[in-house]
DNA sequence: AAACTGATTATAATGATTACAAAGTAATAA
DNA sequence: TTATTACTTTGTAATCATTATAATCAGTTT
């Protein structure tokens, strides 16, 4: 399943030109294969055990090439670093004001605002982000315990 | 107009118990009457006219009792800096892709889709976050006579 | 094999944001 | 009024993510 969809994106790359080092194969199969969101640091940690010399920059310039090609998506938060998804269907996200988790969710895509903002701005449109923040389960039963 | 929306946040914050400084004052009030969505240093160096002596903290501490009073927005993107928004109704933006311009357009509550997150995740939702991005009339425009 | 292009590495630089300590200012109590 | 207290601002140093740069390396093409 994960190694359709990362055999899926390895052809994208080949196809546009880019070459497939071993480090964008490891940090392509990371994004893949992992359920979280990682920050480029956690990527760059999670695989310093297999490549002691890789370079935070590398990471950066792939995630930078992945981003280009619309292999991968990048979340952006306030505070802390950004995350990086690989995209697989149109999805959401909801995240935890509380704990940060991402969780993912399916919505049919929102092409109705997309025209009408089209229509009132002008703007030609390319794409749209939406998130649901709230607070996770977990958290909600860890409040309670307290109360 | 804009002098009622400033008055109403400074009850606001008089309200809930914060201290009404000059410099206070100063920062709401400008982002009030901005169209544009500033940065913390546009409005650092904005106000250093009347402020020479005022601090790039004092405006980064400000914005951050004014968020967690609820009176304005953070708007964050991958690359840039963040921007603060004034919350007068509810109302989403569209970015330009192209010159990073930020226009406000009005739509009606999503809230069909905050439901179903919850129904979907468990979570507890709060408020979701929603921004169309595509090109600008001016960008559209300046494009075309390139071609 | 030589030359060329692109990728990685290591490290320095940038830039936004935060932390911290000292000094200032308003509010409150004695 | 004076003393005390709590909150603010200021100035500067520190942090942290990200980017730039230059050198090295690897794969490909001629």
Redesign the interface.
Known sequence: MSEHMLQDALDTLKQSGVRITPQRHAILNYLVTSEAHPTADEIYKSLASNFPNMSVATVYNNLRVFLSVGLIK?L???DAS?RFDFITHDH?H?I??SCGDI?D???PG?EE??Q???H??????????????????TC?ATKENIK
């Open positions: 990048e952006t938060y306030g950004s959401y909801i935890c004001d969780v969710f399916q919505y929102l605002v997309e009408l903002a089209a009132i701005t002008g703007f030609k449109v390319n794409s749209h982000r939406l998130e649901v923040y709230g607070t996770c389960p909600l």
